[in-house]
């Protein structure tokens, strides 16, 4: 399981939390990452942070993500990613000095802010 980071608001805070997945091989060059987070599953854009899809399940999350680049153009998910790269910042992966503190791995028992 490789680490990654996905930003989360607690108490109205803005937080790194680190989480653990397995990448997800893409045709966009998205650094994507499938992890669980209490009893759900995710796709987390890593440079980003930002959620894409989440399910009960982990294919779920999967193929969430796999439809919405039928439904919705992927241009979207990659516009909303760079916003969100400009409003908070690189991920920690990608920068040495991340503009918000960071919530340490817990397992799979943390709860999302």
């Known amino acids: ?3 990654y980071y996905a930003w989360v608001i ?4 803005i937080y790194w939390e680190e989480r653990r997945g ?3 091989p893409n045709h966009y060059g998205l650094q994507l990452y ?3 987070v209490g009893k759900k599953w995710e796709v987390v854009e890593g ?5 894409i899809t989440e399910g009960k399940l982990k294919r779920d999350a999967v193929n969430t993500f796999i ?4 439904k919705i153009r992927i241009m979207f998910v990659i516009k909303r990613c760079n ?3 400009e409003l908070i910042g690189l991920s920690p992966l990608f920068t040495d000095k991340p503009d918000y503190e960071i919530i340490p791995y817990k397992g799979e ?3 999302n802010g």
């Open 34 to 36: 499938v992890g669980k």
């Open 1 to 3: 399981m490789l680490p």
């Open 10 to 13: 607690v108490d109205g805070i």
């Open 67 to 70: 439809d919405n680049q039928r």
């Open 22 to 24: 397995r990448k997800l």
């Open 83 to 85: 916003d969100i790269i």
């Open 109 to 111: 028992t943390q709860c």
């Open 47 to 51: 440079v980003s942070g930002t959620r």
